[in-house]
């Protein structure tokens, strides 16, 4: 079983930056994509933004310029960069992971995983 721990989220005024941090824990064998999605109250899970083993990146249009994803495929951890905070930022963050575990006991290739973290809370207020 692959658990995702965020960090990072809090309270920031409009126009300020926050930088969440998701890492994985686990029998894993590899890390195809992982992306960051939001919540807001009353409003659906949406993608924020995602990014490949090979680096490709995908964004919402809502944050394009001001989020960065990145990637440490060392660690296996995933960053966004939040900069030029809107109120309409606000949501609950959640850390999202796919990929593949290892056969119990083996160095092979086991079943695939799709995994979630429990959220951070992000407010953009004054």
């Known amino acids: 079983q692959v658990q995702l721990v965020e960090s990072g989220g809090g309270l920031v005024q409009p126009g300020g930056s926050l930088r969440l941090s998701c890492a994985p824990s686990g029998s894993i064998f590899s890390i195809n994509a992982m992306g960051w999605y939001r919540q807001a109250p009353g409003k659906e899970r949406e993608l924020v933004a995602a990014?490949?083993?090979?680096?490709?990146?995908n964004y919402a249009d809502s944050v394009k310029g001001r989020f960065t994803i990145s990637r440490d495929n060392a660690k296996n951890t995933v960053y966004l960069q939040m900069n030029s905070l809107k109120p309409e930022d606000t949501a609950v963050y959640y850390c999202?992971?796919?990929?593949?575990?290892?056969?119990?006991?083996?160095?092979?290739?086991?079943?695939?995983?799709?995994?979630w973290g429990q959220g951070t809370q992000v407010t953009v207020s004054s």
């Open positions: 999202n992971a796919e990929g593949f575990t290892y056969y119990s006991g083996s160095y092979y290739r086991g079943p695939a995983f799709n995994s």
């Open positions: 990014i490949t083993s090979g680096g490709s990146t």
